[in-house]
């Protein structure tokens, strides 16, 4: 139970720094940002916008996501919950296959 208590104030720790509120802000900034700069990308009237538009919003998509799993698997708990749900994935997509070798 010790242990446990030392898991979720290391939780606290990080979720209060600033590194975790900087990553925060800056992923959900960017995201925010985007469609604004997409519109005004596309209003110039060169009519190139299109795919470099599509390329940019998945540039910032990536990078959110990449924000995402770093801060997921710095922290323990998070770490946990990630490591459980994979598992529980990988045994449903086992069986699937096992039973359709079964026939």
Avoid: H
Wanted: hydrophobic share 50%.
């Amino acid at each position: 139970m010790k242990n446990l208590k030392t898991i979720f104030a290391s939780f606290e720790e990080k979720a209060k720094s600033a590194k975790v509120q900087r990553v925060l802000l800056t992923g959900a900034t960017a995201f925010a940002l985007t469609p604004v700069a997409l519109a005004s990308e596309g209003s110039g009237g060169s009519g190139s916008g299109g795919m470099s538009a599509v390329l940019g919003a998945f540039d910032t998509v990536v990078s959110l996501m990449n924000k995402v799993w770093e801060l997921m698997t710095s922290n323990p708990l998070l770490t946990l919950f990630l490591a459980a749900g994979l598992l529980t994935i990988g045994v449903r997509v086992f069986r699937q296959i096992k039973r359709a070798a079964k026939g």
